[in-house]
């Protein structure tokens, strides 16, 4: 799954820990969703939509392999 989060991020100038505070996860999670090495819940990917003022399927984008 695609997503955007570090361009939003950028677009915040927030950190990843500063994003991972606001979502109550480590620093090691939001690394680990930016690389695509794991896949938010619906609560986590609902809540970071909502930070950066967006829609979910704005944030991520599901692949064919998907």
């Known amino acids: ?13 927030m950190s990843q820990t500063e994003l991972a505070d ?3 996860v480590t620093r090691q ?5 930016e690389n695509k090495k794991f896949i938010p819940s619906t609560v986590l990917a609902l809540k970071m939509a ?4 967006m829609r979910v399927e704005e ?7 998907d």
Not at 1 to 13: D, G, H, L, P, T
Not at 29 to 33: D, H, Q, V, W
Not at 50 to 53: D, L, M, P, R, V
Request: net charge positive; charged share 25%; aromatic share 12%.
């Open 50 to 53: 909502s930070i950066f003022k």
């Open 22 to 24: 606001l979502l109550g």
């Open 1 to 13: 799954m695609n997503n955007s989060i570090k361009v939003e991020r950028a677009r915040y100038s």
């Open 29 to 33: 999670t939001i690394y680990a969703i």
């Open 59 to 65: 944030l991520f984008q599901l692949e064919k392999e």
